[in-house]
């Protein structure tokens, strides 16, 4: 009995790639191993190649293998869209998040490749709609972003232009800023863009879903260096950067201990264990969204240091606590 878990259009692809990337020819007891089946299923496969493929495939004997023919290797490629079933299935459930984290934002920009995706899944009998039935991805507190404001953006990043824009703030109020853009992130099933402010002239983070206006612009994005990026964008916690001016020390009790033990705060946080107790320390320059973790898990963290965010959190608490009674 076969041992090979592929369907035909796997072995067709895996066997155009290897005939692609050797130029010797390659020994048909190689090729069962490399595709987990017998020798006269990969026969079998060659000679479907070479009749319905027109795969210019050929056998040498002196070399006792299989190759392209001479001039051919480079040159023939398989008619359509060939993708193996798990890079197909791969495809189909990225299209997926970028459905669900993405507002929709390009449903109709890949309804093409979505088409191709199901039509090729359906030849290897795979439902396209059992991954909507059976994949769950649930986001929350999303804001929407209209498709066309998110492909004005993503171009401007790609081909560094500058961006006029109209920001509004918290008090809905809208400034006018000429930006920079630079990084383009999705955080907390959020979009955002970080960017020079040429009206602040430092480096900020913008929320997509709170710009009210945008034009862009003829003029070349400002060059900011990698390194200064990472030092103002990675060095403060969450979305809030800036380079970090304090440290925080939190200390989890043994019911959130070892999940907090498990979970990467910031990329620079530092874990000690003190008997049943995680002291959990980290950099910050902001405290707001610090703040908003460090509420979900009470009241099984203790903020230690320092005083200020300790103060902070307890105000917080009384607010909440003043609000409900």
């Known amino acids: ?110 309804l093409v490749v979505e088409q191709s995706i199901t039509k090729l899944l359906t030849a290897r009998g795979i439902e396209r709609s059992a991954f909507d039935q059976h994949i769950k991805v649930l986001p929350l507190s999303n804001r929407y972003v209209a498709s066309h404001m998110f492909a004005q953006v993503c171009e401007a990043v790609l081909k560094k232009r500058r961006l006029s824009i109209g920001y509004r703030n918290y008090q809905q109020q809208v400034s006018q800023r000429e930006i920079s853009p630079q990084t383009l992130v999705y955080y907390r099933e959020n979009w955002y863009l970080d960017a020079w402010c040429h009206l602040r002239n430092d480096l900020r983070t913008f929320s997509l879903a709170r710009i009210a206006k945008l034009d862009t612009l003829k003029t070349k994005t400002l060059p900011i260096a990698d390194e200064q990026l990472a030092a103002h964008f990675t060095a403060g916690y969450g979305i809030f950067s800036g380079a970090a001016k304090y440290t925080a020390r939190l200390r989890f009790g043994p019911e959130l201990a070892h999940e907090i033990a498990m979970q990467q705060w910031h990329p620079e946080q530092a874990g000690l264990w003190q008997g049943r107790d995680y002291v959990l320390s980290l950099p910050y320059s902001d405290e707001r969204e610090l703040i908003q973790d460090i509420l979900r898990y009470c009241p099984h963290v203790t903020v230690e240091q320092p005083p200020e965010l300790k103060r902070s959190v307890l105000a917080r608490l009384q607010q909440a606590i003043q609000q409900f009674e």
């Open 1 to 110: 009995m076969d041992g090979c878990f592929l369907d035909k259009f796997d072995r067709f692809q895996l066997l155009h790639r290897q005939f692609r990337q050797h130029r010797k020819p390659i020994p048909i007891a190689r090729l069962a191993a490399l595709l987990e089946c017998s020798e006269k299923t990969v026969k079998r496969a060659i000679e479907n190649m070479r009749d319905y493929l027109d795969a210019p495939i050929e056998y040498v004997s002196e070399a006792k293998g299989w190759a392209y023919v001479a001039g051919e290797q480079n040159h023939y490629e398989l008619p359509g869209l060939w993708l193996t079933s798990a890079e197909l299935q791969s495809l189909a459930l990225l299209l997926q998040l970028l459905e669900s984290f993405g507002n929709g934002l390009l449903n109709q920009e890949l």
